[in-house]
Nanobody
């Protein structure tokens, strides 16, 4: 059984930082591109960043220079460092992998940026 479990969300003031983590089990983690999505209330889920099996990274324009995605293949985890957070970053953040013919999701972790 594949499991993805996110952690690290919370309430933070504008300009603050958080580190999200996603621990996986049930897949050969090192082989897969790992994705972080987010979904704000009333909006569509969007891909924020991903990291390929060889460590290449991609980001949406609005988070470039502020967010950093990384992976630890020994621990089967993917992390997302969020710096200089803005109110518009408020959303539920989800870990995702496309494996075994399916898109697999964690339960999400809420990030709220407010004064």
């Amino acid at each position: 059984q594949v499991r993805l479990v996110e952690s690290g969300g919370g309430l933070v003031q504008p300009g603050g930082s958080l580190r999200l983590s996603c621990t996986t089990s049930g897949i050969n983690f090192k082989l897969y591109t790992m994705n972080w999505y987010r979904q704000a209330t009333g909006k569509q889920r969007e891909l924020v960043a991903n990291i390929t099996s060889d460590g290449s990274t991609n980001y949406i324009e609005s988070v470039k220079g502020r967010f950093t995605i990384s992976r630890n293949n020994a621990w089967n985890t993917v992390s997302l460092r969020l710096n200089n957070l803005k109110p518009e970053d408020t959303a539920a953040y989800y870990c995702n992998v496309r494996a075994r013919g399916s898109a697999l999701w964690g339960q999400g972790t809420q990030v709220t940026v407010a004064s």
